[in-house]
């Protein structure tokens, strides 16, 4: 297999670096133990943490052991972040995170075996932890002037950071410093946004005279036209399927600019170089076929929510536009997708030329009406002759929805009330 950092490197993943050289030559001694944590400060990751989760599956996959950590502890707190305090949870709320984090992560990797996958929680070496012990064993090797220079703290003074996020850095050195003592970890990385904390807990672990240790960070993505990655008009993109549907999913990834894709494939994709390399030749070929889009999207979406899940999502996006059977969609893909494109909600069926008002598909009734004479009004991929007329029961898919389409592109949904 090629050398894991030389891979990273080739796919764009690997920005700071504690020292390249020497980790090269421990991961070439290895098996190597690193970690990778998440904060359960949602009830879900989201698609900024798939970075870090891939990025751990590829250690394991080239001969590595992985520490996975979900932060019942530093939940508790919150990383500083530029926009201002953290509202801090309840125990309780965070607890319920951490297990649903836990569900997200394991998945992804193999908990047997010579490089068996753990989970591990902070909160077990932190919540025994007495105040005087965390400022005398673990704050004395912090110097106050380090921590004022992080940029998100520099950014904070001004408008204000309490002792609580500040502490943060100490608590997130300390895991490094009890997994290196507990398991021999000896790398950990994570997002470049958290270069200072990480490097805190490296220089954390030789001022107590252990180590020597390694980290690097992998690139914040971005989009090119400037937005941020893994956001949508309706808000982020997160792994828990209640929360963004695989179609959803499905269609963020389908949607990604030509400018982003081939980096994107680099960034999340498990094919190898050769196919890449392929799919960047046929994007520059052939743009408009969007093969990079649909490898992307069909990977992933299998990735998270497995094989079955992913051909009922492609197949509903096809029927949509009347290249497959609507009737064979599974009613929770059919909402899904239709939710996506705008679904209205009635209680009685109307006429078609309301159905496509109501659903956002003509300003008015009589535009709507114009729609349906100029033969550009569909329901359920049938054409619609009659505006005036109510829409018979018998079309409702699954007894409750209606696939609206103007022209070849424009859909939306309406759904029967019970």
């Known amino acids: 297999m090629t050398d894991i950092l030389d891979d990273l490197q080739w796919r764009g993943l690997l920005q700071d670096c504690t020292g390249l050289d020497e980790l090269r030559e421990d991961l070439a001694a290895g098996p190597l133990t690193f970690y990778v944590g998440f904060d359960p400060t949602a009830p879900s990751l989201h698609l900024g943490h798939l970075t870090q989760v891939l990025t751990a599956r590829r250690f394991q996959l080239a001969g590595h052991r992985p520490l996975l950590l979900v932060g019942g502890a530093t939940g508790l707190i919150g990383d500083p972040k530029d926009s201002g305090e953290r509202s801090l949870n309840s125990p309780d709320v965070v607890k319920g995170w951490v297990e649903k984090i836990r569900g997200q992560v394991e ?17 077990d070496w932190t919540s025994a932890l007495s105040a005087i012990e965390f400022l005398r064993d673990v704050g ?20 204000g950071i309490s002792f609580t996020e500040f502490s943060y850095q100490l608590l997130q ?14 790398l950990q990385f994570g997002g470049s946004d958290q270069w200072g904390n990480i490097t805190a807990g490296v220089d954390y672990i030789r001022r107590r005279g252990a180590g020597p240790v390694h980290a690097f960070t992998t690139p914040l993505v971005t989009k090119a036209d ?19 549907s695989p179609y959803a999913f499905y269609q963020f990834w389908i949607n990604t600019d030509d400018r982003d894709v081939l980096r994107y494939l680099k960034y999340f994709s498990f094919r190898s170089r050769e196919e890449l390399l392929e799919l960047e030749r046929e994007t520059a070929e052939r743009p408009f076929a969007r093969a990079a ?26 029927a949509l536009f009347g290249r497959g059977a609507l009737t064979e969609l599974a009613p929770s893909t059919l ?23 109501e659903a956002g598909l003509a300003a008015s009734l009589g ?40 022209g070849k592109k ?9």
């Open 140 to 159: 004395k090797h912090f110097p106050v002037n380090k921590m004022l220079a992080r940029d998100v703290v520099r950014n904070r003074l001004e408008t």
């Open 335 to 357: 909402r899904s997708a239709l939710s996506e494109a705008g679904l209205v909600q009635v209680d009685e069926l109307p006429s078609v030329a309301v159905l496509f008002k």
């Open 226 to 244: 400037g937005t941020k990655f893994g956001k949508t008009e309706g808000g982020a993109i997160w792994l828990d399927p209640t929360m963004t």
């Open 410 to 418: 424009t859909i939306a949904g309406a759904e029967l009330r019970k």
């Open 367 to 406: 535009e709507a009406r114009r729609a349906v004479s100029e033969g550009g009004a569909y329901v359920n991929n049938e054409r619609v002759t009659e505006a005036d007329e109510p829409v018979s029961a018998d079309l409702l898919l699954h007894g409750q929805y209606l696939v609206l389409r103007r």
């Open 107 to 123: 998945p992804f990797f193999d908990f047997e075996g010579q490089y068996a996958a753990r989970m591990v929680n902070n909160l």
């Open 293 to 318: 889009q649909r490898a992307l999207a069909e990977e992933l979406t299998t990735l998270l929510h497995g094989k079955e899940e992913c051909e009922q999502v492609i197949a509903a996006s096809q």
């Open 173 to 186: 050195s300390h895991d490094y410093f009890e997994l290196h003592q507990r398991y021999g970890c000896r």
